[in-house]
Antibody, heavy 121, light 107 residues
Framework: EVQLVQSGAEVKKSGESLVISCQASGYTFSSYWIGWVRQKPGKGLEWMGI????????RYSPSFQGQVTVSADRSITTAYLQLSSLKASDTAIYYCARLDQWLQHGVFDYWGQGTLVTVSA | EIVLTQSPGTLSLSPGERATLSCRASQTVSSSHLAWYQHKPGQVPRLLIY???SRATGIPDRFSGSGSGTDFTLTISRLEPDDFAVYYC????????FGQGTKLEIK
């Protein structure tokens, strides 16, 4: 069974940094892209970036390029999302999600449970 | 950059009725890379349709997708209480784009 288990909720102050983890199991971690999606309160889904764990190839949404860092550790089948210089506007739920193999359809077929990040001023 | 515009923003229907949700792309897109998701409050988004018309694993056949070019549709043939949620279309072509969502609410 494919599972993506994310790290727990975080409360941070403006200016701080944060790393969210996403541990994958039930499939060959290296063979599938993993992506990160943000949902601000009351808003829609926004794609942030993706990584291919086999070679750490990464792609970022232009909206998030330079603002976040996506990484992965194949040895522990875990992907990471690093957020730096947090602002109150970064308050959101952050989801990791697996992409279908080879990006054949470019769809997120399995999702983590989400990590709520709250940033106070 | 492709923009996906969903309509209506909110759709109010009763259980048993038919729901038709629209997703329009700002330019012609590949049907192979058009998907639909269901998202309920407090839950994880769920892949419903990929390749514009193929149902994901475990998705009941009352959900169907259609369309090509710039216009795509998600149809729920007979609404059940569990279907009331927000629905997003999504496209992939080097980058990923989500529509802004349609909220399907009980009338």
């Amino acid at each position: 069974e494919v599972q993506l288990v994310q790290s727990g909720a975080e409360v941070k102050k403006s200016g701080e940094s944060l790393v969210i983890s996403c541990q994958a199991s039930g499939y060959t971690f290296s063979s599938y892209w993993i992506g990160w999606v943000r949902q601000k309160p009351g808003k829609g889904l926004e794609w942030m970036g993706i990584i291919y764990p086999r070679d750490s190839d990464t792609r970022y949404s232009p909206s998030f390029q330079g603002q976040v860092t996506v990484s992965a550790d194949r040895s522990i089948t875990t992907a990471y999302l690093q957020l730096s210089s947090l602002k109150a506007s970064d308050t959101a739920i952050y989801y990791c999600a697996r992409l279908d193999q080879w990006l054949q359809h470019g769809v997120f077929d399995y999702w983590g449970q989400g990590t709520l990040v709250t940033v106070s001023a | 950059e492709i923009v996906l515009t969903q309509s209506p923003g909110t759709l109010s229907l009763s259980p048993g009725e038919r729901a038709t949700l629209s997703c329009r792309a700002s330019q012609t897109v590949s049907s192979s890379h058009l998907a639909w998701y269901q998202h309920k409050p407090g839950q994880v988004p769920r892949l419903l349709i990929y390749g514009a018309s193929s149902r994901a694993t475990g998705i009941p056949d009352r959900f169907s997708g259609s369309g090509s070019g710039t216009d795509f549709t998600l149809t729920i043939s007979r609404l059940e209480p569990d279907d009331f949620a927000v629905y997003y279309c999504q496209h992939y072509r080097s980058l990923f784009t989500f529509g802004q969502g349609t909220k399907l609410e009980i009338k």
